[in-house]
């Protein structure tokens, strides 16, 4: 299975998705995430709270979706709104996409208010990807990997 997050700029809300992903999917996943501009450097509220929560950091990096010419991963989530308005790169071709989307905790001025969105989507990434790892192996036939994880999107309104 290979991943691959996109945010504008790859500084927090994808990078929260690559970590989180690593975390709670097999070893053998292939999560990445990468931007259309990237900010050149992870928000350190992104790696505050990847340290709360015990989530390794190893290899965190914001990067260009252009660096990711040879991945092929196998869906693309985009989690903020820029990003999914965007025409992605056609190295992508017809890799399953799908949107979702996440308020940016770094736009947040408050450190505790800051600290407390940081909790919150990092919440809503953890369900959402470890409800799609639970899902992936009973996709069933003529289901795609993006229609599945719209289903997990869609769920969240139901819980």
Known sequence: ??????????????????????HVFPADADIRSAGSSPAGEVYPGTLAYLSRQSIPQDGLVSQSWDDFSGFNPDLVITVCDNAAGETCPVWMGQTGKVHW???????????????????????????????????LPAVP?????????DQVLNAEQYV
């Open 1 to 22: 299975m290979k991943l691959l997050f996109i945010c504008t700029h790859n500084r927090c809300r994808s990078i929260l998705a690559e970590a989180i992903g690593r």
């Open 101 to 135: 989307p996440l308020p940016d905790p770094s736009k947040e001025t408050d450190a505790t208010v800051q600290q407390q969105q940081f909790d919150r989507v990092g919440e809503l990434i953890r369900e959402r990807l470890t409800l799609l790892a639970l899902t």
């Open 141 to 149: 036939q003529g289901e795609s990997l993006a229609d599945m994880a």
